[in-house]
């Protein structure tokens, strides 16, 4: 395994699992475009994506993905947007090292995981695909294992940064 694939948490199962969806597993499943291998970690009938329009006035955020499925049209045209500009292994380090996930709060059966994304990655052609939001994801334990609910991103990442 990559350095930049550690997991922070490896004495902590519960951070460790949620760390493992919301960063190797979207990456990996991400540049693989592949939706298939995150939609188990989605309580579909709980979900709810709200786009942050890049700014910190709450006014500005929309319900842009009510639902999973709509999520999941925009993730797939995002990573098969994405997929024929970068080279895997260098888009796979840079993404990597621009991810952070190092604050995870769980309460119950209840998680909050804040996800933020501070830096670039180089494309085939030469320029930079800039990585500069974070994302605050919403999570549940149910039958035993973490699921998504939703979550509000796209936030610029200077906030709390």
Same mark, same amino acid.
């Given at each position: ?8 948490? *490896?004495? &902590?199962?519960?951070?460790? !699992?949620?760390? =493992?969806?919301?960063? $190797?597993?979207?990456?990996? +499943? ?48 995002? *990573?098969? &947007?994405?997929?024929?500009? !970068?080279?895997? =292994?260098?888009?796979? $380090?840079?993404?990597?090292? +621009? ?63």
């Amino acid at each position: 395994m990559d350095l930049y694939a550690l997991n922070p948490f *490896a004495n &902590d199962p519960d951070r460790h !699992a949620i760390w =493992e969806m919301l960063v $190797a597993r979207d990456i990996e +499943a991400f540049l693989a475009c592949d939706w298939s291998m995150v939609e188990p970690d989605f309580a579909a009938d709980r979900f709810m994506g709200v786009d942050g329009k890049a700014s910190a006035n709450p006014d500005e955020w929309r319900i842009s993905f009510p639902t999973l499925e709509t999520y999941s049209v925009s993730w797939l045209a995002g *990573a098969r &947007d994405f997929a024929p500009r !970068a080279d895997i =292994e260098t888009a796979r $380090a840079g993404v990597f090292g +621009a991810t952070r996930l190092n604050e995870i709060e769980i309460t119950g059966e209840r998680a909050l995981a804040h996800k933020k994304f501070n830096g670039k990655v180089e494309m085939k052609d030469g320029t930079f695909d800039v990585l500069d939001w974070q994302s605050v994801y919403t999570l549940a334990r149910i039958e035993g294992a973490w699921k998504l609910t939703g979550f509000i991103g796209y936030l610029p990442y200077s906030m709390g940064s």
